[in-house]
């Protein structure tokens, strides 16, 4: 089965799906050059796949095509920031330390 992860706008959050099947989500929200992200989910008979962690992939992908930083408030994300340093720039330097990534980056 194919994994993908679709933006599904008009409901504020990132899909990923197995096939046609919704096992997890993003919820997010963009205002002006900012993507917040509250909080993930996934499917607890899914876990352990690697889904949350193709989903956030998914997530931070369409933030950086689209120009945008994040605000990343769900733990879930943060922590794949810190274990994905090249990502921290999604982050605003000035933001980094509200969650904790201040070093993530080095």
């Known amino acids: 089965m194919d994994t993908t992860v679709v ?4 409901k504020g ?3 990923v ?5 919704v096992v997890g ?4 929200h963009v205002e002006g050059s900012s993507m917040t992200l509250p909080h993930t989910e996934v499917d607890p008979s899914m876990g ?5 962690t193709t989903l956030v992939a998914g997530v931070l992908s369409a933030a950086r095509e689209r120009g945008l ?3 990343p408030y ?3 994300i943060r922590h794949y920031i ?3 340093p090249e990502d921290v720039v999604l982050v605003a330097a000035e933001d980094r330390p509200h969650f904790g990534l201040e070093t993530a980056d080095r």
């Open 7 to 10: 933006d599904v706008p008009e």
């Open 13 to 15: 959050r990132f899909e």
């Open 17 to 21: 799906r197995v096939g046609e099947r």
């Open 25 to 28: 989500l993003a919820s997010y």
């Open 48 to 52: 352990g796949k690697g889904i949350g």
């Open 69 to 71: 930083t994040v605000l």
């Open 74 to 76: 769900c733990s879930f």
């Open 82 to 84: 810190q274990q994905h």
